[in-house]
């Protein structure tokens, strides 16, 4: 009868670390989330679409990037691609392994490729992209088994706030 007793109270406290690791895990995703909001401000700021990322490694931030494609003239300014070349600058190489990316946006087909080439472990993304995006709305170019990468997805986070960030530039943009 002990021994049920002490499994079941095992089960209960690594059930409890679990969720407490959850809800750390949240507020880390959500506060990073906001750093690349800020990023989307700054696209916003120069009449992009509000796009913005940060890639994190060991709980801090190594990049920032945002959308500039209007800006630069160049079809491969996005903010992911901007970030993942300034974090292999700084860490000084290619392979971004125990990174996290957060993006406000679902990532197109070339970023994804790009953060999987990359070899980033985690995506954290605010708003889905129904049209274009390749982490599980049109297909998922993160997850592919054939490829010598996955990378580990979560969604949602901030979602609203993303969304809505975007939503408004489209509206503004029609209006004008």
């Known amino acids: 009868m002990a021994k049920i007793a002490t499994r079941i109270a095992r089960r209960k406290l690594r059930e409890q670390q679990a969720a407490e690791q959850e809800i750390q895990q949240k507020a880390a995703d959500e506060h990073y989330m906001k750093e690349a909001l800020k990023q989307a401000k700054k696209a916003q700021a120069l009449d992009e679409v509000p796009i913005g990322c940060v890639i994190v490694k060991d709980k801090e931030v190594i990049a920032r990037g945002y959308n500039r494609r209007n800006t630069d003239l160049n079809t491969l300014s996005h903010a992911e691609l901007n970030a993942i070349r300034k974090a292999s600058r700084k860490l000084g190489d290619w392979r971004l392994e125990g990174c996290t990316i957060y993006i406000t946006l679902e990532p197109c087909q070339m970023c994804s490729g790009a953060i999987v080439q990359s070899r980033i472990d985690r995506c954290v993304i605010g708003a889905m992209n129904p049209k274009a995006g390749c982490a599980g709305s049109v297909m998922n170019l993160l997850q592919v088994h054939q490829f010598n ?3 580990e ?19 503004r943009l029609r209006k004008r």
């Open 149 to 151: 990468h996955q990378v």
């Open 153 to 171: 997805i979560t969604k949602g986070i901030l979602e609203e706030e993303c969304s809505s960030m975007l939503s408004e530039f489209f509206r």
